[in-house]
DNA sequence: ATTACTAAAAGACGAGTAA
DNA sequence: TTTACTCGTCTTTTAGTAA
């Protein structure tokens, strides 16, 4: 263990003071066994015993101790602690720019894509739903494992659907698509209705041709953001 | 260690979650090295190589490793572990009844108190600013330790004042009051402006005969409540 | 530079026990 | 019942090292 000067509690300590806080150690003295703390932490009341010592000695609990049992409180200091930690939380939920990223590299494609680009009932439906006058051609990319993971949270988000239609005897399939940007580019992640798309890879249209515009070929690593709701 | 049966992330490990997810890890995959997370966490690159392995393990986070490093995302059971640990904090902050509470043992009044209730002076104020028209004598108790904590949390509340006067060339000083519950009744603790009245005694004035409504003697316990804002 | 293994050192844990 | 000590064991940690 690191001297820790100053700078932080210790995990376990700052879990123990969570669950003093949760039983009202804010408000005032509440009544703690070592018993009954180290079922609620899954720990022996030994080791509950030696938190309450560690807690009050670094000044964040006050305790009256009597034969029967004690009486814990939480120390301005301990408040503090928790606010803290709390403020941290708020962080990571409340704030942040709000933006799904996704990571991998550009493939060749599976020429399914470029077939839909290439007709008029879906590409009038990309200009109109998705503003994007789709450049001949689509952008395939294999996510790395870690995007793949990002990827399933997306399907929460509010994808735009493309119909499906019938033209000269033939059956068109349905779509959804979602606008992302692609290293800066206006685009949109196109995604079929039935196939099933293996989940690593990525199907996208933009309004420029990005492999000549950003100068990439298969292989290169690609980012791309997606603006959450 | 517990086999822990599902049922919680391992502190360490929810603060090594904590980390990425500040990272953004949550949005998508951050670049970690465990040098750079051991240095945030105080912990060795070992360990944080082996918090990576268990999160892994646990299915809370998705990693790609390269010979020069690893991306690392936080998969939805992750993010759901994150959510419930702020929704404790939420609990403990945003929550709860508002309610500071004070525990002590009656004690034999100083003397100084049934001296203030005796007086016109401030007999008016506590009628017209706090609303208590006291009975003669004061209630006096000796804070338990663990109490004495909550009582200096109780100095940013909002205190009412009792301004001093002149009366037949006597000078009477000028105190605090606060409304306050003692076991159900109402009351008001008073504190002297200048005297410095020991941390842990609290000196009380209610409409009531405490001692009588209560029935209690000296030494034995009370619980005053106090609410807060 | 990385990650993560092995092995020695450090530290935490719970059983037993006293007060 | 409590709390918290000692002590033996076991876990965790870090240093060293390989890939």
Not at 7 to 12: G, I, P, R, Y
Not at 109 to 131: A, D, K, P
Request: charged share 25%; hydrophobic share 35%.
């Amino acid at each position: 263990m690191l001297t820790n000067y100053g700078c932080m509690v210790v995990a376990e300590d700052l879990q123990c003071l969570k669950s003093i806080a949760l039983m009202g150690g804010r408000d005032g003295p509440v009544s703690i066994s070592t018993q009954k703390l180290g079922a609620e932490l899954g720990i022996s009341p030994q080791t509950a015993s030696r938190r309450l010592i560690s807690l009050e000695g670094q000044g964040l609990i006050t305790r009256t101790i009597r034969p029967d049992g004690q009486f814990v409180t939480i120390t301005g200091t301990g408040e503090e602690e928790l606010r803290t930690e709390y403020a941290s939380y708020q962080r990571i939920f409340e704030e942040g720019e709000r933006m799904y990223r996704l990571e991998g590299e550009l493939i060749s494609g599976l020429g399914e894509g470029r077939y839909y680009v290439s007709i008029e009932g879906y590409v009038n439906q990309f200009r109109e739903r998705l503003g994007i006058d789709p450049f001949p051609g689509t952008f395939n990319i294999r996510l790395i494992p870690a995007s793949v993971e990002t990827r399933r949270k997306m399907a929460g988000l509010d994808w735009i659907a493309i119909d499906g239609f019938t033209d000269h005897d033939r059956t068109f399939g349905g779509a959804k698509g979602l606008r992302c940007t692609i290293e800066g580019y206006d685009g949109a992640i196109i995604v079929p209705g039935r196939s099933h798309y293996p989940d690593d890879i990525i199907e996208i249209i933009s309004g420029t041709g990005l492999r000549t515009a950003l100068d990439l070929k298969d292989g290169d690593m690609v980012k791309i953001e997606v603006k959450r709701e």
